[in-house]
């Protein structure tokens, strides 16, 4: 029996990318980078315009407990300090012009570090929770005392459409995955690691087994785990590896576990091995208007601009009126030509035919939404200068027909989305709540417990947007201290 929690959903998973080898994006000429990655405060600005800066060089450091480093993904010079927008609001960010010399500014290797050691070294290197979440992973780790962990997770459910990323790293750096899982073990003082893999990835599981025989790693076990949507959500994957229930507003830790994701597992190895701070990340590039989708190496700080020209995605509102030029210009030949010039005239018209041809195409597979993240959880971007952060597992660009498009309905009470929401809401009365400016009935209901992970949206056959519902309601929670 598959091994499963209650509740979610089934979307198209349209993993387009899952045999494609991860591959190093061109470094941008410029990159932009944001000084929040993280949950937290933002780090504080710790160099200026002009400053030569090393790939790891500190740009601006961790402002207390609950914040990350932030380095520099580049060699160059800092060319600018301003603020941008992005999906969450304005945010200052460096703006580093590259010189293409890779010059590095890494750390020394730790061999057989203490606990205290790794803690610190995670911080250092400002490694954060590379799931999507962005929790200063060394904060993560700092358990209170009296809360006795025993249990690791490891998080390989990569549970949302489109994206490969974790899938590739896992076949790809095993053997990194385990040592760094290893090391976030050593610094919880646990001896127990469960990495929890969908059983749509046999593959990883197998290369991941297959390196815990070799290596004789006793203490680490792989567990296949129902493929269902949202299979990877922190409270979901805990109850299906270990049925223990993280009680409403409280913390895996309280249960005994600490979860990490893959790629935060690779980076701490990378870290506490390499002595590499975090200045890249690999990303899953997809979506119907990308021609050469596949997983990434990026630079952090990588604008979406830069990704969309590598990776040629159709965002082609330039290409169209370039096209529309053309037939026109065509069009204008053939007027002034006479009758008795009938080979060019068809010549001509044969042009203006495939050149039609095109621009529907283009039309078709034009991008429309640029998304940070799966399309269930992820964020829209606000625009194509937005940039890639230590929680950017994708970017999708996505065309007209992958997005949906029809306007919501009314609800028709057929309750769906109660069925499939993971954590027992009644959405559709968070909903009402909402619309109502009842703050106090959307608490009432469970808002503050959503994991915000759309599958409520994903089943409503209204069409209702009941995520916006439920963030909005989080929010004005939280803003009136409800
Ligand atoms: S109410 Fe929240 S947790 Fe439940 S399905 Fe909707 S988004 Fe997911
Ligand atoms: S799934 Fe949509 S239509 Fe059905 S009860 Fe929920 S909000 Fe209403």
């Given amino acids: 029996m598959p091994i499963n929690f209650p509740g979610g959903v089934y979307p198209p998973n349209k993993k387009f990318t899952n045999k494609k080898y991860i591959s190093e994006l061109t470094p941008a000429a410029k990159v932009y980078i944001p000084v929040v990655q993280h949950v937290g405060k933002p780090a504080k600005i710790c160099v200026k315009e002009g400053d030569y800066v090393k790939i790891g060089a500190l740009l601006a450091s961790a402002d207390g407990a609950v914040s990350a480093n932030i380095f520099s993904s580049v060699s160059g010079k800092v060319v600018g300090i301003e603020n941008r927008q992005t999906s969450n609001g304005e945010v200052a960010h460096i703006?580093?012009?590259?010189?293409?010399?890779?010059?590095?500014?890494?750390?020394?290797?730790?061999?057989?570090?203490?606990?205290?050691?790794?803690?610190?070294?995670?911080?250092?290197?400002?490694?954060?929770?590379?799931?999507?979440?962005?929790?200063?992973?060394?904060?993560?780790?700092?358990?209170?005392?009296?809360?006795?962990?025993?249990?690791?997770?490891?998080?390989?459910?990569?549970?949302?459409?489109?994206?490969?990323?974790?899938?590739?790293?896992?076949?790809?750096?095993?053997?990194?995955?385990?040592?760094?899982?290893?090391?976030?073990?050593?610094?919880?003082?646990?001896?127990?690691?469960?990495?929890?893999?969908?059983?749509?990835?046999?593959?990883?599981?197998?290369?991941?087994?297959?390196?815990?025989?070799?290596?004789?790693?006793?203490?680490?076990?792989?567990?296949?785990?129902?493929?269902?949507?949202?299979?990877?959500?922190?409270?979901?994957?805990?109850?299906?590896?270990?049925?223990?229930?993280?009680?409403?507003?409280?913390?895996?830790?309280?249960?005994?576990?600490?979860?990490?994701?893959?790629?935060?597992?690779?980076?701490?190895?990378?870290?506490?091995?390499?002595?590499?701070?975090?200045?890249?990340?690999?990303?899953?590039?997809?979506?119907?208007?990308?021609?050469?989708?596949?997983?990434?190496?990026?630079?952090?700080?990588?604008?979406?601009?830069?990704?969309?020209?590598?990776?040629?995605?159709?965002n082609l509102?330039?290409?169209?009126?370039?096209?529309?030029?053309?037939?026109?210009?065509?069009?204008?030949?053939?007027?002034k030509l006479s009758k008795s010039q009938s080979k060019q005239i068809k010549q001509l018209k044969s042009e203006i035919k495939n050149l039609k041809k095109e621009l529907d195409y283009i039309k078709t597979a034009q991008c429309v939404m640029i998304v940070n993240g799966g399309p269930m959880m992820g964020e829209a971007a606000k625009s194509i200068e937005e940039a890639v952060t230590a929680t950017t597992s994708s970017v999708l660009f996505l065309t007209r027909q992958e997005i949906n498009n029809i306007s919501p309905s009314q609800c028709i009470n057929c309750r769906k989305c109660a069925v499939v929401c993971p954590m027992k809401l009644m959405p559709m009365f968070i909903d009402l709540a909402c619309i109502a400016g009842d703050w106090e009935n959307a608490k009432k209901y469970g808002a503050v417990d959503c994991i915000l992970c759309g599958c409520c949206s994903y089943i409503c056959p209204a069409k209702r947007d009941l995520v916006s519902s439920m963030k909005k309601s989080k929010r004005m929670i939280a803003k009136r201290g409800i």
Wanted: contains cysteine; aromatic residues 8%.
């Fill in 95 to 314: 703006v580093i012009e590259n010189d293409f010399t890779d010059q590095t500014e890494f750390l020394p290797r730790l061999t057989n570090p203490t606990r205290e050691e790794i803690l610190k070294r995670i911080a250092d290197c400002g490694i954060v929770g590379m799931g999507g979440a962005g929790f200063p992973t060394a904060a993560k780790l700092d358990v209170p005392k009296d809360d006795k962990i025993d249990t690791l997770i490891i998080n390989g459910a990569e549970c949302e459409p489109y994206i490969t990323s974790d899938h590739r790293i896992m076949l790809e750096y095993p053997e990194q995955i385990l040592k760094g899982a290893k090391y976030i073990a050593t610094a919880l003082n646990v001896s127990n690691i469960i990495i929890g893999v969908e059983d749509n990835k046999d593959d990883a599981i197998e290369t991941l087994n297959k390196i815990i025989n070799l290596k004789n790693y006793t203490d680490i076990k792989v567990v296949s785990l129902k493929t269902k949507y949202p299979q990877g959500a922190e409270k979901q994957l805990i109850y299906s590896l270990t049925k223990r229930v993280v009680p409403a507003c409280e913390l895996p830790f309280k249960v005994g576990v600490v979860v990490n994701n893959i790629h935060t597992a690779l980076s701490v190895y990378y870290a506490v091995w390499e002595g590499q701070p975090l200045y890249r990340r690999v990303v899953t590039v997809s979506g119907g208007a990308v021609k050469n989708k596949g997983n990434y190496w990026v630079r952090l700080g990588t604008a979406y601009k830069d990704i969309l020209n590598e990776c040629k995605a159709v």
């Fill in 317 to 335: 509102h330039e290409n169209i009126k370039i096209i529309q030029d053309s037939i026109r210009e065509k069009q204008a030949q053939i007027d």
